[in-house]
């Protein structure tokens, strides 16, 4: 019994140094860019989360659709009723991992590159995903850049004829996120 | 002893399916953070037809209004069947902030300047704030400038003018179907018998659903209270689609109001939606949004 005692308590403690491999954010800035000759569109979104676990490489990213932010208030209300439909689809999520992963030195500043491959869910669509990442380690935070490219076909965002030349079908991604300790 | 042993073995599955769980999605440690999502988009314009919808022009953006009323349609052939006439109003809207906009407006039919104010004091909301649904006032007023031809009564600034008070009370039930009343008081400083009320109460509704992204059916009807207006004035009734195309909205509709500011369509409609469908009109609204105050993104 005392025995079990022990062993309980070892595995919470193990339970507490596991969490405290994860890093987090909630502020996360994602953005994406449509650049044609017509016309450029972006959209910023500053509060996406994002939760990297040290331990195992593991990375997850979800950010409200709503949430993005654009420079014209109709270009915002149309990417939510036409194109992303964001009533009925509101997150996008990332789900993946660090590649070939070697456990990161929070401690020692530096900076990789890594890859990173998982899988993208918008629109009620889950794609794969592999983009290169910039992971920099400053002070006990790690600082995430990633730009990747994803087709819209690919998510089932339809453009209409009207507008084929004004929107792009390939769309820039920008991820920065500044992740800290999370308790 | 053997009921200590299954109860500690129940124990550690409970807590690695607990753990083997936070594993799987690391996400959910941040727990959710609750944001107030307004609902937007509940028509397509800031008009149902020619009702104000339950929508503003978005802050920052003004909005240029192209309107046309044709002839009654049961003129026939020889008049295009109404297209050889119409009155005509071009409007200016502008969104001054997320609750409130401002418009101005000009009617060919009795040369008739208007203006507006549209205040939105409730807004649809889930999240953090809830709130089932939209309520604004609208505040119009409209002067004729026909030259004055009635001898006896003296040409003052005061004999020609309307105002328009209005609730605008509505819900987007479902992302395709929107609904709203509109309790209305028009006032008329001046009308031409003594049975006709100043005050005009009307009631109307106005409702849309999207079949397509892009294209909507609306309709709207006003009901008039009786005994206020001029013989032979009917209740308004319009139906109509939108049809969005990225900056523009047009609206087409067919209509027994023959004018677009709100004394007109509330009070001083006539055609008739029987069988003889006298002085049905067809109509359209542009809309064209130009961005004049752009929000500003840092990257």
């Known amino acids: 019994m005392r025995k079990f005692i022990i062993g309980f308590f070892l595995f919470f403690l193990g339970v507490q140094v596991m969490s405290a491999q994860k890093y987090f954010t909630k502020t996360g800035h994602i953005s994406f860019y449509s650049d044609t000759p017509l016309e450029k569109i972006e959209g910023h979104n500053k509060s996406s989360n994002c939760v990297l676990d040290v331990a195992t490489g593991k990375l997850e990213v979800a950010t409200l659709v709503k949430g993005f932010q654009f420079e014209k208030a109709l270009m915002q209300e149309h990417f939510n009723e036409n194109y992303m439909e964001s009533d009925k689809f509101p997150k996008a999520v990332f789900k993946g991992q660090i590649d070939n992963y070697s456990k990161l030195d929070i401690s020692k500043n530096g900076k990789v590159t890594v890859k990173v491959s998982g899988d993208l869910t918008m629109h009620g669509v889950t794609k794969k995903v592999t983009t290169d990442a910039v992971v920099s380690i400053n002070s006990g935070k790690i600082i995430a850049d990633a730009n990747f490219n994803v087709l819209l076909a690919d998510f089932n965002i339809k453009i209409p004829a009207l507008v084929k030349d004004q929107i792009a079908k390939s769309l820039k991604i920008k991820v920065a996120c500044t992740l800290e300790p999370l308790k | ?299």
Not at chain 2, 153 to 165: A, G, H, P, Q, V
């Open chain 2, 1 to 299: 002893m053997m009921f200590k042993n299954v109860l500690i073995a129940a124990t550690f599955l409970f807590l690695f399916s607990s753990l083997s769980a936070q594993e799987e999605d690391l996400l959910s440690l941040l727990g959710e953070t609750e944001t107030t999502d307004y609902t937007n988009a509940s028509f397509k314009t800031n008009r149902v037809i020619n009702l104000h919808s339950l929508e503003n022009t978005a802050s920052g953006v003004l909005d240029f209004k192209i309107s046309h009323r044709f002839n009654p349609i049961n003129n026939g052939i020889y008049d295009f069947f109404g297209l050889d006439g119409a009155n005509i109003r071009l409007g200016l809207d502008y969104g001054v902030n997320d609750v409130m906009m401002v418009g101005i407006g000009r009617s060919s039919f009795e040369k008739t300047i208007d203006g507006y104010i549209k205040y939105k004091f409730l807004r649809q909301a889930k999240g953090k704030k809830n709130m089932p649904v939209t309520a604004a006032l609208l505040l119009t007023s409209a002067v004729n400038t026909l030259k004055w031809t009635n001898p006896d009564i003296e040409d003052l600034l005061k004999n020609r003018l309307f105002y328009t008070s209005q609730l605008i009370l509505g819900r987007k039930f479902s992302e395709s179907f929107s609904l709203q009343l509109s309790p209305t008081l028009v006032h008329r400083n001046l009308v031409e018998t003594l049975a006709e009320k100043n005050d005009v109460f009307a009631l109307g509704i106005g409702t849309r659903y999207k079949i397509s992204k892009r294209i909507a059916i609306n309709g709207e009807y006003i009901y008039l209270l009786p005994d206020q207006v001029a013989n032979g004035v009917t209740n308004s009734l319009s139906v109509g689609v939108d049809i969005e195309t990225g900056g523009h909205v047009f609206q087409l509709h067919f209509s027994n109001s023959r004018s677009m500011i709100e004394k007109g369509f509330i009070a001083e409609s006539y055609g008739t939606w029987d069988s003889s469908l006298e002085g049905i009109h067809f109509g359209f609204n542009i809309s064209r949004v130009f961005t004049l105050k752009r929000k500003k993104l840092e990257n």
